[in-house]
């Protein structure tokens, strides 16, 4: 059974430090692992999608990167902003599963 | 623009009743849909994997007599909370996975409060 563990729970940063987000996960047999983030009372925001095949994947400010032999992905956020305030999730995808991480919620103080 | 629609966002139902749950791919027809709950500062918890054309699976502990779901088309999968109980209030999530890629699109949720 695939479990994923996300470290830490919470973290709170100063405006315009740079941070990163642990995602780790006991199964490596996976097809892909998404990063999502998710704003109070609302659905998941897609940030980005690694496929099982490659390393790393850039949007603007966030990078992710993918271990598959160690079961880890990180998530790097540049020069934070107030609005990247958020929860995060990481969710790792095997045959016709997806499993979720549990989360940290990001507080980006102005 | 939105890529999963997912309606109604909120609804309040009195105990007993059903209510129906939409959730449309607007952008790719999904072979794939998912249903997830989440309780307050919980992470989502799976709920079942809905197939087009065939039974939705469910998780262990989800009842598929209380949680119907269906898949009828490539674009729509609907979840009925039947004869709904207050310990079933919650919010609702749906996603539809990207056939190829296999990326997830998730719905904006429905906070369900049963009476």
């Known amino acids: 059974k695939q479990e994923v563990t996300q470290i830490p729970a919470a973290l709170s940063v100063p405006e315009g430090e740079n941070l990163v987000l642990n995602c780790s996960f006991t199964d490596s047999a996976i097809y892909n692992l998404q990063w999502f983030r998710q704003d109070p009372g609302k659905g998941l925001t897609s940030l980005l999608l690694?496929?099982?095949?490659?390393r790393e994947q850039t949007s603007g400010r966030l990078n992710a990167s993918l271990d598959k032999s160690s079961g880890r992905s990180t998530l790097y956020i540049a020069a934070s902003q107030p609005g990247d305030s958020a929860t995060y999730l990481c969710?790792?995808?095997?045959?016709?599963?997806?499993?979720f991480g549990t989360g940290t919620k990001l507080q980006v103080i102005p | 623009g939105a890529v999963v629609s997912q309606h109604p966002s909120r609804v309040i139902c009195k105990s007993g009743t059903s209510v129906k749950i939409e959730c449309r791919s607007l952008d790719f027809q999904a072979t794939t849909m998912f249903w997830y709950r989440q309780f307050p500062k919980q992470s989502l918890m799976l709920m079942a994997t809905s197939n087009e054309g065939s039974k939705a699976t469910y998780e262990q502990g989800v009842e598929k007599d209380k949680f119907l779901i269906n898949h009828a088309s490539l674009t729509l999968s609907t979840l009925t909370v039947t004869s709904a109980h207050p310990e079933d209030s919650s919010f609702y999530i749906c996603?539809?996975?990207?056939?190829?890629?296999?990326?997830?699109?998730f719905g904006e949720g429905s906070r369900l409060t049963v009476l």
């Open positions: 690694i496929q099982s095949s490659q």
């Open positions: 996603s539809a996975q990207r056939p190829g890629t296999g990326e997830l699109f």
């Open positions: 969710a790792v995808a095997s045959y016709q599963k997806v499993t």
